[in-house]
């Protein structure tokens, strides 16, 4: 079994910045990569940025400058931090952990349970 545990959000400040975490384990052979989503109320999930190795990273273009993901080197823990918030980044956040439970199978995803940020005066 894989467990994927969220962490961090909540309010924040227009302007402000938070971090979220994403932690990964249970028995697997590798996490093949991180990716991080959100959805808005009302908007499909969208994509908000991924890592499959340190170092390998791409963003939305909506985040793209005022975010970093980061992570160890197993990927086991990986986070996104948000700079420079906007009314428009409030939505649900996902991680999503792409993993291979054996060195024969492809990658499968494992869901976060999701965090909600909020960006308000």
């Known amino acids: 079994q894989v467990q994927v545990v969220q962490s961090g959000g909540g309010l924040v400040q227009p302007g402000g910045s938070l971090s979220l975490s994403c932690e990964v384990s249970?028995?697997?052979?590798?996490?093949?990569?991180m990716d991080w989503y959100r959805q808005a109320p009302g908007q499909e999930r969208e994509l908000v940025a991924s890592?499959?190795?340190?170092?390998?990273?791409d963003y939305a273009d909506s985040v793209k400058g005022r975010s970093t993901i980061h992570g160890d080197v197993a990927l086991k823990t990986v986070n996104l931090e948000l700079n420079n918030l906007k009314p428009e980044d409030t939505a649900v956040y996902y991680c999503?952990?792409?993993?291979?439970?054996?060195?024969?199978?492809?990658?499968?995803?494992?869901w976060g349970q999701g965090t909600q940020v909020t960006v308000s005066s």
């Open positions: 999503n952990a792409r993993v291979r439970r054996t060195a024969l199978e492809s990658p499968s995803d494992n």
């Open positions: 249970g028995r697997f052979y590798i996490v093949f990569a």
């Open positions: 890592i499959t190795k340190p170092g390998a990273t």
